[in-house]
C-alpha cells in the first residue's frame, strides 16, 4: 500500500503540492546557503549582534528545510538534494562576500518577500488538494503576519505589504534587540500617526523601547 493510500489523499491531488514543496525547497536551502555567509563575512559595529542573529535565522531555515524534505517524501515524492538542482529550480539568487549589515538585511527581507509569497500559494493549493498538514506547515511558517491582521482589525488601520514584510523579518530577527532595522520600522509607523501602543503591538517590542527610540530619532528628523 502507498503512504498516500495511509493518509487518504488522491495521488494526482497531490502532485501540484510537490511540485511546490519541490520549489519552496531549492529557495529556502539557497536562504540558508546566503545565511551562512553573512554570518560569516559580517563586519563592523554590529557584528556581534547580526553574527548571532544570522545564526539563529540559517539554524531556523535549516529546520524548515528538514521539514519541507520531509513532507515530500510523505506525499511519495522524492526532495531534490543536489545544489546543482537547487541552483537551477530557485528563485532566489545566491550572493557573495556580502560584509554590511544593512545590505545583508536588505537581501533577508527581500528574501522573506519572495518566500512569504510562495507559502500562501502553496498552502492554497495544499488546501485544494485537502492536503492538511502541509497547509497547517505554511500557516505555522506565516504565523508572524497574525499580529498584523489584528492590529489592522481592531485599530481600524491599514498595513502596507512593505511594512508586512518588513515585521515579518523582524519577528525573526529581533526576539528584544534593539537594532537598527528595528528602529526604522518603529520610526515609519509613527511617521504616519501610529501610535506608540500600535507600534509596539505590530514590532513585537515594549511601549517603553518605542517611546525610546523616538526619543532618540526626533532630533535627528528636527
Given at each position: 500500500?502507498k ?14 503540492v ?9 529557495d ?38 528538514d521539514e519541507i524534505a520531509e ?8 526532495p531534490?538534494?543536489k ?6 529550480m ?15 538585511l ?46 489592522e ?16 523579518i523582524?519577528?525573526?530577527?529581533s ?5 537598527k532595522?528595528i ?8 511617521k ?12 513585537g ?13 526626533e532630533?535627528?528628523m528636527a
Amino acid at each position: 500500500m502507498k503512504t498516500l493510500d495511509y493518509i487518504k489523499l488522491n495521488e494526482s491531488g497531490v502532485n501540484n503540492v510537490v511540485a511546490s514543496l519541490q520549489q519552496l525547497l531549492a529557495d529556502f536551502q539557497i536562504y540558508y546557503t546566503n545565511l551562512r555567509g553573512f554570518h560569516w563575512n559580517i563586519k563592523g559595529h554590529d557584528f556581534f549582534v547580526l553574527h548571532s542573529k544570522f545564526e539563529d535565522l540559517y539554524n531556523d531555515a535549516a529546520e524548515k528545510v528538514d521539514e519541507i524534505a520531509e513532507r515530500i517524501l510523505m506525499l511519495g515524492g522524492t526532495p531534490a538534494n543536489k545544489f546543482s538542482d537547487y541552483l537551477k529550480m530557485a528563485n532566489i539568487n545566491e550572493v557573495d562576500r556580502v560584509s554590511n549589515g544593512e545590505k545583508a538585511l536588505e537581501n533577508i527581507l527581500e528574501t522573506y518577500s519572495h518566500l512569504i509569497g510562495e507559502e500562501r500559494k502553496l498552502l492554497s493549493i495544499a488546501s485544494q488538494a485537502g492536503d492538511e498538514v502541509t497547509v497547517a506547515l505554511m500557516s505555522d511558517y506565516l504565523k508572524e503576519q497574525e499580529k498584523l491582521d489584528i492590529i489592522e482589525h481592531e485599530y481600524n488601520i491599514p498595513i502596507s505589504q512593505e511594512f508586512r514584510e518588513d515585521v515579518s523579518i523582524m519577528c525573526n530577527l529581533s526576539q528584544g534587540i534593539e537594532d537598527k532595522a528595528i528602529a526604522k520600522i518603529v520610526m515609519n509607523m509613527y511617521k504616519i500617526g501610529y501610535t506608540p501602543n500600535q507600534i509596539a503591538d505590530a514590532v513585537g517590542v515594549s511601549v517603553d523601547e518605542v517611546e525610546t527610540i523616538i526619543k532618540k530619532k526626533e532630533p535627528a528628523m528636527a
